[in-house]
């Protein structure tokens, strides 16, 4: 499948946050190596959904909003939770299930949530987030805030009601919400090419009178750059964007998922264009060296290190909030 | 609550609560399908579209579901939506966000947020609209924890709750009888809320207690006016809420009566009238002399022929008969 390049206009992209989104995506893929090990040692309450191969488009999607700015998140949300600057630490209590977790050990790793950085919340129906997006998209209006909604969604998302409900809604009132579909080629078995008439996420945002565009989600740069021209756009009150990010995850659809079914050589291809490692590539053919770049690797992995110890550190919660959290 | 020398339908009731809610506080809003232009089917919303403009009276695309999550995500960066749904069999295409979201968001994220919604939706039949337009799911949203269901039977009672539930914190589901909306009953002049969780004895009697909700609330007091002519004394009580339930109110009317006869309207299989009858079961059991009866609307879809509806949807016979039938064993 071709993927379109973006027009990276590098204009105001300076080399600290070039560095900044690489310990950004070490971090989110350090964090998920944590997950594994932790589940491993049996920890994890119930599922968690990896977010690796695909750190570039949360890296990317994140660096281009404002501190006012909100995001909805998805299954697969630890990405965007920590380059949205969540705790890594109380991150990966919730994903053990303990009190010090973002939800207190109710939500677990498919609802990590911060309000108070504008993470309304991840969801674990797909598609369910998106009206959840553009009601606050609404709402921002009302209030005369400027703050821009991100709403992120995987390509299954693409085929729900609530996704055309929720574009054609947002389209017709131009709210100010960018519209991040992470598209990984598949579903827990099901592949895109299979699933989705017309071949494309992007395109359809036409049918909404909305830009619709194809990314390199592999790119941190160009999915920087589309995101901060799609912000603008809804800062500007133009109305929504649609990006289509493409990408890849490189383990399964959870750590449950024990059968890969996804095609051998598809899987090398697209370990070959690994978003941090392409990313490294370009820092080392600029000023930066190797061992400045191995110097954030290991601080990186320290604090993820200090963050799971953290975690398995966290009481788990007492058995009266069970019953707590259900009614304001 | 003074009793005022003025009357409202139930319908211009609701209007007033909305009109003095929307003047009270900036954050709410009114979003649904013909809200505004038309004034919703029911009228209900007449006239706010004029006093408040198009940035607060929202016409919605047919979009259940982004209706619903509109409100949603509204209510969590901090208005106070009022969101209609035409006909209740049409939240069914608004289930996911209802249920899935809606009621579980502040339970999900530790009680970092609330979701300060309130769904209104005309419920039940009588108008011959067939089985698409015209289920009583009440049932369905009361079992779902996060959510609050309220269902008034009077224009005083809608005008005061719909107040308070504007002002909840929560995901308020509010019920209104489609027959109700034309019925006039006095509403006090002054500014009031009638709190949610409350029941309320409509009728007091020491013979035997009826539970009724919604439009069955009137079928209840007809009911008994006529037993009282036979020399039964009937009490009616309405729970108003149905999540969360003024249980105790109902269990102080069966302990003084012995006797309980349940109605709602609502198909009868795991119905709300099941919930009413269930209650009072478990906590009265030795207080009653005869069994708990349940009164409810049958077990089928509804019917358009007006005859074949009739015989499907509660009617005040069915409840004379249940209370005579009692009274007899």
């Given at each position: 499948?071709?993927?379109?390049?973006?027009?990276?206009?590098?204009?105001?992209?300076?080399?600290?946050?070039?560095?900044?989104?690489?310990?950004?995506?070490?971090?989110?893929?350090?964090?998920?190596?944590?997950?594994?090990?932790?589940?491993?040692?049996?920890?994890?309450?119930?599922?968690?959904?990896?977010?690796?191969?695909?750190?570039?488009?949360?890296?990317?999607?994140?660096?281009?909003?404002?501190?006012?700015?909100?995001?909805?998140?998805?299954?697969?949300?630890?990405?965007?939770?920590?380059?949205?600057?969540?705790?890594?630490?109380?991150?990966?209590?919730?994903?053990?299930?303990?009190?010090?977790?973002?939800?207190?050990?109710?939500?677990?790793?498919?609802?990590?949530?911060?309000?108070?950085?504008?993470?309304?919340?991840?969801?674990?129906?797909?598609?369910?987030?998106?009206?959840?997006?553009?009601g606050?998209?609404l709402g921002?209006r009302l209030k005369k805030?400027?703050?821009?909604?991100?709403?992120?969604?995987?390509?299954?998302?693409?085929?729900?009601?609530?996704?055309?409900?929720?574009?054609?809604?947002?389209?017709?009132?131009?709210?100010?919400?960018?519209?991040?579909?992470?598209?990984?080629?598949?579903?827990?078995?099901?592949?895109?090419?299979?699933?989705?008439?017309?071949?494309?996420?992007?395109?359809?945002?036409?049918?909404?009178?909305?830009?619709?565009?194809?990314?390199?989600?592999?790119?941190?740069?160009?999915?920087?750059?589309?995101?901060?021209?799609?912000?603008?756009?809804?800062?500007?009150?133009?109305?929504?964007?649609?990006?289509?990010?493409?990408?890849?995850?490189?383990?399964?659809?959870?750590?449950?998922?024990?059968?890969?079914?996804?095609?051998?050589?598809?899987?090398?291809?697209?370990?070959?264009?690994?978003?941090?490692?392409?990313?490294?590539?370009?820092?080392?053919?600029?000023?930066?060296?190797?061992?400045?770049?191995?110097?954030?690797?290991?601080?990186?992995?320290?604090?993820?290190?200090?963050?799971?110890?953290?975690?398995?550190?966290?009481?788990?919660?007492?058995?009266?909030?069970?019953?707590?959290?259900?009614?304001? | 609550m003074s009793h005022a020398d003025r009357e409202l339908s139930f319908g211009g009731a609701l209007n007033e609560a909305l009109k003095e809610e929307m003047r009270r506080d900036p954050n709410v809003f009114l979003l649904g399908e013909d809200v505004g232009r038309l004034g919703g089917l029911f009228k209900v919303t007449a006239g706010l579209l004029q006093e408040f403009g198009s940035a607060r009276v929202i016409d919605s695309?047919?979009?259940?579901?982004?209706i619903?999550?509109a409100g949603?995500?509204a209510a969590?960066?901090g208005l106070r939506p009022v969101i209609e749904f035409q006909?209740?069999?049409?939240?069914?295409?608004?289930?996911?966000?209802?249920?899935?979201?809606?009621?579980?968001?502040?339970?999900?994220?530790?009680?970092?947020?609330?979701?300060p919604l309130v769904i209104r939706t005309p419920v039940?039949?009588?108008?011959?609209?067939?089985?698409?337009?015209?289920?009583?799911?009440?049932?369905?949203?009361?079992?779902?924890?996060?959510?609050k269901?309220v269902m008034p039977s009077s224009p005083a009672d809608a005008k005061g709750l719909l107040k308070s539930a504007i002002r909840d914190d929560n995901p308020v589901l509010f019920l209104e009888h489609r027959?109700l909306y034309a019925q006039s009953g006095p509403v006090p002049v002054e500014d009031y809320v009638v709190p949610l969780?409350?029941?309320?004895?409509?009728?007091?009697?020491?013979?035997?207690?009826?539970?009724?909700?919604?439009?069955?609330?009137?079928?209840?007091?007809?009911?008994?006016?006529?037993?009282?002519?036979?020399?039964?004394?009937?009490?009616?009580?309405?729970?108003r809420t149905?999540?969360?339930?003024?249980?105790?109110?109902?269990?102080?009317?069966?302990?003084?009566?012995?006797?309980?006869?349940?109605?709602?309207?609502?198909?009868?299989?795991?119905?709300?009238?099941?919930?009413?009858?269930?209650?009072?079961?478990?906590?009265?059991?030795?207080?009653?002399?005869?069994?708990?009866?349940?009164?409810?609307?049958?077990?089928?879809?509804?019917?358009?022929?007006?005859?074949?509806?009739?015989?499907?949807?509660?009617?005040?016979?069915?409840?004379?008969?249940?209370?005579?039938?009692?009274?007899?064993?």
């Amino acid at each position: 499948m071709p993927i379109a390049q973006s027009a990276v206009d590098v204009t105001g992209i300076s080399a600290a946050m070039r560095v900044q989104w690489y310990r950004t995506m070490l971090l989110i893929r350090s964090f998920e190596e944590g997950v594994l090990g932790l589940n491993r040692a049996g920890l994890v309450a119930g599922t968690a959904h990896l977010y690796v191969g695909m750190e570039a488009i949360a890296a990317g999607v994140c660096a281009a909003m404002e501190s006012a700015d909100l995001l909805t998140s998805t299954h697969r949300g630890h990405g965007h939770a920590i380059a949205r600057g969540l705790d890594p630490g109380r991150m990966m209590a919730e994903i053990l299930g303990r009190s010090d977790g973002y939800c207190r050990g109710k939500g677990g790793s498919m609802h990590i949530t911060d309000v108070s950085k504008g993470m309304l919340g991840s969801d674990g129906i797909v598609g369910g987030g998106i009206p959840i997006a553009v009601g606050a998209a609404l709402g921002v209006r009302l209030k005369k805030q400027a703050s821009v909604v991100f709403c992120f969604f995987g390509e299954g998302a693409g085929n729900q009601g609530s996704f055309h409900e929720a574009l054609n809604f947002a389209g017709i009132h131009k709210l100010p919400v960018v519209f991040v579909c992470e598209n990984n080629l598949w579903a827990l078995s099901a592949a895109f090419t299979e699933t989705t008439a017309g071949q494309s996420v992007a395109a359809r945002a036409a049918a909404y009178g909305l830009p619709g565009e194809r990314v390199d989600g592999n790119d941190v740069e160009a999915v920087f750059v589309a995101a901060t021209s799609a912000r603008e756009r809804a800062r500007l009150g133009q109305g929504p964007t649609l990006l289509e990010c493409l990408s890849y995850r490189h383990h399964g659809h959870s750590i449950f998922t024990r059968d890969e079914i996804r095609p051998a050589d598809e899987m090398d291809l697209w370990s070959r264009r690994d978003p941090i490692q392409l990313h490294r590539v370009r820092l080392l053919q600029s000023q930066h060296t190797a061992s400045e770049l191995d110097r954030i690797e290991a601080d990186v992995r320290a604090s993820i290190d200090a963050a799971m110890q953290f975690a398995k550190n966290s009481p788990t919660p007492e058995p009266g909030t069970a019953f707590e959290d259900v009614y304001a | 609550m003074s009793h005022a020398d003025r009357e409202l339908s139930f319908g211009g009731a609701l209007n007033e609560a909305l009109k003095e809610e929307m003047r009270r506080d900036p954050n709410v809003f009114l979003l649904g399908e013909d809200v505004g232009r038309l004034g919703g089917l029911f009228k209900v919303t007449a006239g706010l579209l004029q006093e408040f403009g198009s940035a607060r009276v929202i016409d919605s695309p047919i979009s259940e579901a982004a209706i619903a999550g509109a409100g949603i995500g509204a209510a969590m960066v901090g208005l106070r939506p009022v969101i209609e749904f035409q006909f209740m069999d049409f939240m069914t295409i608004a289930m996911d966000q209802i249920v899935n979201h809606a009621a579980k968001i502040r339970y999900m994220t530790g009680g970092q947020v609330s979701v300060p919604l309130v769904i209104r939706t005309p419920v039940c039949g009588g108008v011959s609209l067939g089985a698409q337009h015209s289920q009583s799911l009440e049932a369905w949203f009361a079992h779902i924890p996060g959510l609050k269901v309220v269902m008034p039977s009077s224009p005083a009672d809608a005008k005061g709750l719909l107040k308070s539930a504007i002002r909840d914190d929560n995901p308020v589901l509010f019920l209104e009888h489609r027959l109700l909306y034309a019925q006039s009953g006095p509403v006090p002049v002054e500014d009031y809320v009638v709190p949610l969780g409350c029941a309320d004895v409509k009728r007091a009697g020491d013979d035997m207690t009826v539970v009724a909700t919604g439009r069955t609330v009137n079928l209840a007091l007809a009911a008994a006016a006529k037993l009282a002519a036979e020399g039964i004394a009937i009490e009616v009580v309405e729970p108003r809420t149905l999540k969360p339930l003024d249980s105790a109110v109902i269990e102080r009317s069966v302990r003084k009566t012995n006797r309980a006869v349940v109605v709602s309207d609502g198909s009868r299989t795991c119905g709300y009238g099941a919930e009413l009858a269930a209650t009072i079961t478990e906590s009265c059991f030795f207080d009653l002399d005869v069994p708990v009866k349940m009164v409810c609307g049958k077990d089928v879809p509804m019917p358009v022929a007006p005859s074949l509806q009739k015989l499907v949807m509660v009617s005040e016979e069915d409840v004379v008969n249940a209370c005579r039938a009692l009274m007899a064993m």
